[in-house]
């Protein structure tokens, strides 16, 4: 049993869902059903936030970059995801999450982007927990965006460019209203953002695992908050100042 200090919880949690395909490879099956595996790792993930008490969960679940995977491949993702969307409703009302999402949804298939939008609207009120996809989500992209509606609103007088600051910049990015992540995990031992929360994650605490995603069990995410919690988080300071100033977490 791995322990964790419940009041010293990441209020925010990121992951990088990552390994679907090296899972599939490695049981010899298709990549599709290491997708469908991953989505049962989704599952005991957001229970287990849930249950200890995390408030925002965010998933990477599908790239700006991954539309350029194979066709059968893309399609087989959107499937899965309308699939989760259908099962996990009763669960999330249930559990008092709220559905949320980050990336240019508009992208989406129409069938999906209906069900999103569905489930979104049907769980607003829920405030247990907020549970964010990022889908067809890009970093960059997401800062560009933001970049442009300012232009917008400076061009029709709402916003002066004195007033932009990181905290009115960052009212402008899908993630407006949540926390930046505190930690991010990345499973299948890639060391990388891939185009992940790039303003976020300024001072989120990362974590790498080996494990592929399929894989994640409760305990790995036990092991990453137990890690998490055993760091010192300095935003620059040192740790004498940092024992005057109390941060959250
Ligand atoms: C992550 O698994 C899921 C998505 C990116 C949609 P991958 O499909 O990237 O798995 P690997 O990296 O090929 O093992
Ligand atoms: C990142 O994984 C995107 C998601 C987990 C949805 P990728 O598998 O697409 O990332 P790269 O290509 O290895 O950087
Ligand atoms: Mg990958």
Redesign the pocket.
Known sequence: MIKIDSNKLPRHIAI??????????KHTIG?IR??RK?AQAVRTVVRACREIGVKYLTL????IE?WE?PEK?VQA?MLLLEEYLIKEIDELQEQGIRLTTIGDIDRLHPQVREKLLQVKESTLKNDKMILNLALSYGGKDEIIRAVKKIIEENKNGKIDINEINKETFSNYLYTCGIPDPDLLIR??G?YRISNFMLWQTAYTELYFTEV??PDFTRDDLFKAIASYQKRERRFGLTSEQLKEKSFPN
């Not at 990088?16 to 490879?25: E, L, T």
């Not at 990477?60 to 790239?63: D, E, K, N, P, V």
């Open positions: 990088i869902m990552d390994g679907n395909g090296r899972w599939a490879q990549r290491g997708h991953g990477f679940a599908f790239s991954n995977r491949e993702l499973t299948s890639e592929l995603w």
